[in-house]
């Protein structure tokens, strides 16, 4: 298990959660944040206590992918399953960030 890519992806989930923070703090009561960004754009609004929630445990999903994937991988040689989870968790840090401001912006705010 590569710690590197532990630690790193571990700074990342402690950003989702700063991201929550964020939102939470942000957001007027009753305010909606999308979960799904599609096709045609945001998309699958949600009530903000619920979509504050769940961006946060897709990435601790995905760091507990990442830890069952490298101490696997760390037994059979192969690393990509450990660098792949890293960069995923980049891309939903940043889709999350996203999906806040486009909540922001839905509610009025700048």
Request: glycine residues 12%; hydrophobic residues 50%.
């Amino acid at each position: 298990m590569d710690i590197g890519l532990l630690a790193g992806s571990g700074i990342v989930v402690l950003a989702l959660v700063a991201i929550s923070i964020y939102g939470a703090r942000t957001l007027p009561p009753g305010s909606m944040v999308p979960v799904h960004h599609g096709i045609g754009g945001w998309n699958n609004w949600q009530p903000k206590k619920l979509a504050l929630i769940i961006w946060p445990a897709t990435g601790v999903l995905v760091f507990g992918i990442l830890i069952a994937a490298s101490s696997s991988a760390s037994s059979s040689g192969k690393t990509t399953p450990a660098v792949i989870a890293p960069i995923v968790l980049l891309v939903i840090a940043f889709s999350y960030y996203g999906a806040i401001r486009a909540a922001i912006r839905q509610s009025g705010g700048n």
